[in-house]
């Protein structure tokens, strides 16, 4: 039990499965309540843990794997969860001898490829790599243990090579094998790292669960410029999924799964002036310019953008006044 809750903690970190919160482990403990035969409690509990949707989904093989191999890791784990995913790897390898303790001072993390380019890895990395610099930096092939970060720098591939042949941590003496270090071999050693992830945080096949359609999964806090000529299609709130056509239909969605968990408190909300694009009835509600929603509440028509944005200011407002952690749960997809 405690090995899922390792890997559903774990993955849900790096897959950015905001709902795996405080809600979710009441979920849990009610489910779990309900066990009569304890003799099937290993399986009741695999049950329970991966029995949700949207942002309460446990992560599958096929998300993990996606996350790890593309987001930006010192983004999404910081440099201590990082050096947790690199440590914990080195320590379940087969070549796991002589590894320092975690808390070692020497120990950390390395970019191979440097955080600060010299001259030489400007002409040594190909174009299409120097086009995606800022995008693979710190993606999970390039990142790797090591005792001599400060000694290493921005030093060039070759000399960082010999570094790594003399280092106790197997992964990382791998890195020799390869004869160079561009856009393609970063991916490689992502995939091959992310394989053997797969291995240690693990989800037993017989209770993987694949999320509705293949489609990729945002949340609300995301760069909100990327979605100006999109169209959503399905949007999840807690463990609720919703069809939706148009960017409105996000907002008075949002607005009316709120109201009926909390009348009360999303009638504070429409009621005071914090969200401009919120409010109750008033003359403008008769303009083209707005949508009823509930009740005499009416949300403003707007662009993807500052829909996105106005549905994360009310999820806010709503934990902050319920106690709830919709703000990070809530997810979305595109058409």
Known sequence: AVDGISSLMFRARVCKAQGVDRQFAGNVMQRLDEIKDYNQFIDAFWQAITAYKGSYAFPSDAEFIEALVNKDLYKTLRSKGVK??????????????GLPAF?????????????????????????????????VLHRLGNLALTNYNA?????????????YKETPYHYTRRITDYPSWQINDIDKRSRELA?????????PEQYQKIRPSSKSWHSLDEDVDQFTYTIPSTLFIGDSEYSV???????????????????????????????????????????????????????????????????????????????????????????
């Open 84 to 97: 947790y995913l690199l440590y914990v790897l080195e320590a379940r390898s087969q070549f796991h001898k």
């Open 151 to 163: 000694e290493m720098s921005n030093k060039s591939f070759e000399e960082k090579k010999l570094f």
């Open 195 to 203: 394989k053997e992830a797969l291995n240690i945080w693990k989800l």
């Open 245 to 335: 056509k148009y960017w409105i239909d996000i907002l008075t969605t949002l607005c009316r799964h709120f109201d009926k968990e909390n009348h009360d408190a999303f009638m504070e909300i429409a009621n005071s002036s914090k969200i401009s694009r919120l409010c109750v009835e008033t003359d403008e509600k008769k303009t083209k310019n707005f949508v009823r929603v509930v009740g005499n509440v009416y949300v403003r028509t707007m662009s993807a953008k500052d829909t996105l944005k106005t549905a994360l200011k009310i999820s806010k407002e709503f934990d902050s006044l319920v106690g709830t952690e919709y703000a990070d749960a809530i997810l979305f997809a595109l058409k």
């Open 103 to 135: 808390d070692n001072e020497d120990l950390s993390v390395e970019h191979i490829m440097p955080q600060s380019l010299t001259a030489k890895w400007r002409d040594y990395l190909s174009k299409e790599t120097m086009e995606n610099y800022g995008t």
